[in-house]
């Protein structure tokens, strides 16, 4: 009775109850009833005691049976129990079976949220490994970028230490042609025009240019800024050709052949013709048909014999076509200068051999074609004529390097 009660009072505080609760809850109220019942009946079959202590005699408690069976009321209460015995029986049954399958339920739901717990791990993981991997991307790039920022301030610092005062006024002051005024070169020099005073030199048995000088330049290995390079040694320009068919410009661009020189008297506008070559849409074209895998750079130098003395010297020729490849092809000057390149805040000035071993690594390391146009080789200082013949020999020695050189007739250049 005690139980069924406390049953009754723990249901009564919940809020909602399963239908096998609210039948376990009948269940007991109606056994609390019974067993009231039983109590009390019960309580009719005591029998009270004498005064003098003594109990009554068990026949008076026989005839009390004997008509409470009459009534049928034990009987009854019997069947009510047997009755609620069986319910109870039921219920626990489907309690069991509720509860069983609960468990079924609940242990698979835990496996559920285990399994998705770990595809949520697993998620996470390759979210921070995707945000790892941007991270260290973003780190990358910033470094990458941070090097090239300091590569770049490094070239140009070692561009801006090959610039000199006067290094592109001599061209500034020289005429430009018109732009069809010397494209009759392409179709050969044989008959230049009749008011042209230019003497133009391809190779040719009788005359001195171009693959001519091959002779006197195929013996000097010397690299210039060299103590026999610094010797006043005036080669005399001349000799044998070699190539005999080469009569027109454009097919000395497209040959093998490394050296044109055009020679002609002061004032016949040698220079103009100069110009004209290193800007000329037909001399690309003829250049890079000749070396259809290399990148073509066209380098120049106007020598002036009213510049600056140092304007007038080998080293500045040197500064000079180096300022404009690597102005061209910044990159190179990562390997073609290294040593500069690790102290480019260096003040050390540009030797002739620091600058002639840029050019000829860049020559022959790099896919590049050098196109060089040296104008003025007489208005050169004559202290240096020497080291400018030394200089163009190994121009002329290095591989896809073509040279185009004016001057006036000077004995020194033939």
Same mark, same amino acid.
């Given at each position: 009775m005690l139980g069924s009660r406390n049953l009754l009072d723990s249901a009564s505080k919940r809020s909602a109850t399963s239908k096998a609760e609210t039948a376990v809850i009948k269940l007991a109220g109606r056994c609390e009833e019974e067993s009231k019942g039983l109590i009390e009946l019960l309580a009719k079959l005591k029998v009270p005691a004498r005064p003098d202590g003594s109990k009554p005699k068990l026949k008076a408690v026989q005839v009390v049976l004997k008509t409470m069976l009459k009534n049928g009321e034990l009987e009854s209460r019997q069947r009510k129990l047997k009755s609620l015995e069986r319910q109870l029986c039921v219920v626990r049954e489907s309690q069991d079976q509720e509860f069983a399958s609960l468990k079924i339920i609940l242990d698979q739901h835990g496996k559920d949220v285990v399994t998705r717990v770990l595809d949520m791990k697993?998620?996470?993981?390759?979210?921070? $490994?995707?945000?790892?991997?941007?991270?260290?991307?973003?780190?990358?790039?910033?470094?990458?970028?941070?090097?090239?920022?300091?590569?770049?301030?490094?070239?140009?610092?070692?561009?801006?230490?090959?610039?000199?005062?006067?290094?592109?006024l001599r061209k500034t002051m020289i005429t430009d042609a018109a732009d069809d005024q010397y494209q009759w070169a392409f179709g050969g020099f044989e008959q230049?025009?009749?008011?042209?005073?230019?003497?133009?030199?391809?190779?040719?048995?009788?005359?001195?240019?171009?693959?001519?000088?091959?002779?006197?330049?195929?013996?000097?290995?010397?690299?210039?800024?060299?103590?026999?390079?610094?010797?006043?040694?005036?080669?005399?320009?001349?000799?044998?050709?070699?190539?005999?068919?080469?009569?027109?410009?454009?097919?000395?661009?497209?040959?093998?052949?490394?050296?044109?020189?055009?020679?002609?008297?002061?004032?016949?506008?040698?220079?103009?013709?100069?110009?004209?070559?290193?800007?000329?849409?037909?001399?690309?074209?003829?250049?890079?048909?000749?070396?259809? $895998?290399?990148?073509?750079?066209?380098?120049?130098?106007?020598?002036?014999?009213?510049?600056?003395?140092?304007?007038?010297?080998?080293?500045?020729?040197?500064?000079?076509?180096?300022?404009?490849l690597l102005h061209q092809r910044r990159a190179v000057a990562i390997s073609a200068c290294e040593e500069r390149f690790a102290r480019p805040q260096s003040k050390r000035d540009w030797t002739v051999s620091e600058l002639w071993a840029m050019i000829s690594s860049i020559a022959q390391v790099f896919d590049v074609k050098l196109f060089l146009v040296i104008d003025g080789l007489d208005e050169c200082a004559e202290k240096e004529h020497g080291l400018l013949l030394k200089t163009l020999a190994t121009f002329y020695a290095l591989p896809n390097v073509k040279l185009v050189v004016s001057s006036r007739p000077w004995t020194v250049f033939q």
């Open positions: 697993d998620e996470v993981q390759k979210s921070l $490994e995707k945000l790892q991997a941007t991270v260290d991307a973003g780190f990358a790039n910033i470094e990458r970028h941070r090097v090239s920022v300091e590569e770049k301030i490094k070239i140009d610092c070692i561009i801006d230490s090959l610039k000199y005062t006067d290094m592109g230049p025009p009749e008011d042209d005073r230019h003497t133009y030199r391809p190779p040719d048995a009788s005359n001195s240019g171009s693959d001519s000088v091959q002779s006197s330049f195929a013996n000097t290995s010397t690299t210039p800024g060299s103590d026999a390079a610094s010797e006043d040694n005036q080669s005399d320009v001349g000799g044998d050709s070699t190539d005999e068919d080469l009569n027109n410009l454009e097919d000395w661009l497209k040959s093998d052949s490394s050296l044109f020189w055009i020679c002609g008297l002061p004032a016949s506008g040698k220079s103009t013709v100069m110009k004209f070559l290193q800007r000329n849409d037909s001399v690309m074209a003829a250049l890079e048909q000749s070396a259809p $895998e290399r990148q073509v750079f066209v380098l120049k130098h106007y020598f002036w014999v009213a510049g600056s003395p140092y304007q007038r010297s080998c080293l500045a020729m040197l500064q000079n076509l180096c300022y404009q």
